[in-house]
């Protein structure tokens, strides 16, 4: 991969979605490798059903942009692999568990994800919560997972610690969980700005940051720089949202391959819905300017990571 | 509490219960403090009510069985303190977890626990959805956390990594979640004997398993004894199964604080079921016997886990 990291440095903008989509390729066989191994490891009497529905909610096709991040911050510090790609990986089973479960009736009761049955549709309810269940767990399994990489220096039990507990933190009631619960909350409290924001932040946002952090930690970065990529992760993670919540409010449900239009049905505020399309391209402006210039000392190599920023938020759908 | 340990070594067994409540009091206050830590960390707007909804799955009067074995299991290699019983309440996290998720609609759909309304009936659903997986995930957090502990050596960055994979490998599909997963599909897949004691050990047997062997990292023994602490772990936990089916099979509700009966009325299979009480009392027995056998190698620092294995095997509720 390394070889690869630097033939990209100086492509054209143009070649960032076949990058992308390279790196999705990867994660979505390392997935599979993941999932395949634990479903031969030891004399269990294993959970087909279960096992089929994991494979339904994580191997759907995605675009991966949090495994990207991963790949392309561990990259800026010289680390590519084995253990990288499982990072990646584990961070998408994170966010696969986080689809599953807020799609369930209780939560958001959605029957379509990238234009497939969600998963309580494809098996059920039980074996929706279940899934999820077993992804959340699966990536703190990964994370703790030596590699038995050969090539590479490993990780150190302090890195993969780290790891750990970056993961638990992003994705607790300070994070994801938390953020999910303001969300469903939010059409009876109706939160002000700045509640929109810090939910949105804790729902969407906190994962992204990690992504780019757990590349940091992956890299053996500095304090410093592990900081620098976790605002980095910060200013993407809200542009991520405030696009999404854009295309809720212009898109058709064709193009996203899901419900559109469902918070400002719900009564959800959310921030372009507050002040309109115009300030929300222009505050994107602004997040994608401030995600460059935190990634300046970085210099050609950050190559990468800055077309991520432009195109979370530019993107279509 | 090295103190009160030595004391009680050469206590008689009708201070057992004493010795459990008394564990089972500091853990209640030891997930007091974690979860009130985890309130107060940040600047976040706090979701209340899955943090209620935390605490009424957490903070419940349980026996708090699986940290009182990681306890004694920590100090037969002479080690207790706060590393010790952070990790006990991190498996009374992921114990909970599990509690809140099978009791809902979708799953076992029970109204009562320990005689006070279940999660998603004190809350809704998708707060105990959220409740379950933010338990699950604090516990990886708390494991992945130093204590900051001054008065012993810390735990090295490898024996926490060793408590992260073993809890993972303990509550994922091929443990807890993959257990539930079977437990589900038993009423049509009508599984045999081998069947359910494979089910069963994974359902509940993997959990207190690992709570054994969890005590025997915190305590920095060889693998040899890991290993044989696993398997004192396997033995209790199959008697768990065979008494609580047992319990189930002749016990009544108010005696239990649950529904009680429900898996024979699902047509589920229990080995008490099949092959009565009697038969059962005589494995229980010899469970018992080998646990105990197990533990002789340890000598008198063991009588309490001895005593755990005959209360576990004689439990009236």
């Given amino acids: ?23 999705a390729a990867r994660v979505e066989q390392e997935l ?17 059903r279960l096992l089929a529905a994991m494979r339904h909610g994580v191997l759907n096709g ?43 009736p209780a939560m958001d009761d959605d029957d379509l994800r990238r234009g497939q049955p969600t998963v309580h549709k494809a098996y059920d309810e039980a ?21 038995g990489e050969a090539a590479r220096p490993p990780l150190s039990p302090r890195q993969r610690l780290d790891l750990v507990k970056g993961l638990a933190v992003a994705a607790g009631i300070g994070g994801m969980a938390g953020g999910q619960a303001l969300d469903l909350a939010a059409e009876k409290d109706r939160p002000d700005e700045a509640g929109i924001i810090r939910l949105q932040a804790m729902k969407t946002g906190a994962l ?7 590349g940091a930690i992956l890299g053996g970065a500095t304090f410093a720089d592990r900081e620098r990529l976790a605002e980095f992760g910060s200013a993407i993670g ?6 999404d919540d854009l295309l809720d409010l212009t898109a058709d449900a064709a193009a996203m391959g899901k419900a559109t239009g469902k918070d400002a049905a719900a009564g959800k505020g959310t921030l372009p819905a507050l002040h309109g399309a115009e300030w929300t391209r222009q505050q994107l402006k602004g997040l994608v300017d401030q995600a460059h210039d935190l990634l300046e000392p970085f210099g050609a190599k950050a190559a990468a990571l800055k077309q991520a920023a432009t195109f979370i938020a530019e993107r279509k759908s």
Avoid: N, W
């Fill in 62 to 104: 995605g675009k991966r942009l949090r495994p990207f991040l991963v790949i392309e911050s561990a990259a800026l510090f010289g680390r590519s692999g084995e253990d990288v790609l499982a990072a990646a990986a584990a961070l998408e089973c994170v966010h696969c568990y986080s689809l599953i479960h807020d799609d369930l």
């Fill in 32 to 48: 599979r490798r993941l999932l395949d191994a634990r479903e031969r490891a030891g004399e269990i009497v294993r959970p087909e």
């Fill in 1 to 23: 991969m390394a070889a690869s990291v630097a033939a990209m440095e100086s492509a054209p903008v143009t070649s960032f979605k076949e990058r992308l989509s390279g790196h």
């Fill in 208 to 214: 992204i940051r990690y992504a780019c952090e757990a």
């Fill in 127 to 147: 074996t929706a919560i279940l899934a999820g269940d077993s992804l959340l767990t699966l990536a703190f399994d990964i994370l703790a997972t030596e590699s």
């Fill in 238 to 243: 809200l542009a991520f949202q405030l696009a």
